[in-house]
Nanobody, 131 residues
Framework: QVHLVESGGGLVQPGGSLRLTCVVS????????VGWFRQAPGKEREGVSC????????YYTDSVKGRFTVSRNTAKDTAYLDMNSLTPEDTGTYYC????????????????????????WGQGTQVTVSS
């Protein structure tokens, strides 16, 4: 059975930083695309950053470029999202998801189409940016 568990959320002041962690079990992360998504109150879920097997295969939504970094440690089946220069607009519940390249043709599509119909999802972790 596949499980994804996010952690690392919390309350942070504007300009601060957080590292989100997603631990995956039940599959080998190396063979999957991993994505980070967020949902703010009253808004639709959006893809924040997605990453394929290799370091040069990453996608970021425009609003986080230069501030967020996605990475993965396949030996630990763990993905990370390092978030810097946080603003109140970054507030929301952050979710990680994984999908097979069989079902998702690119990291950009992973983010744009919210992982598609065959993705596995975590339960989310809350990030609140406020002074």
């Amino acid at each position: 059975q596949v499980h994804l568990v996010e952690s690392g959320g919390g309350l942070v002041q504007p300009g601060g930083s957080l590292r989100l962690t997603c631990v995956v079990s039940g599959l080998t992360l190396d063979y999957f695309i991993v994505g980070w998504f967020r949902q703010a109150p009253g808004k639709e879920r959006e893809g924040v950053s997605c990453m394929g097997r290799y370091d040069n295969n990453r996608y970021y939504t425009d609003s986080v470029k230069g501030r967020f970094t996605v990475s993965r440690n396949t030996a630990k089946d763990t993905a990370y999202l390092d978030m810097n220069s946080l603003t109140p607009e970054d507030t929301g519940t952050y979710y990680c998801a994984v999908a097979s390249p069989i079902h998702m043709s690119s990291v950009e599509n992973m983010c744009r189409f919210l992982g598609g119909r065959n993705a596995y999802w975590g339960q989310g972790t809350q990030v609140t940016v406020s002074s």
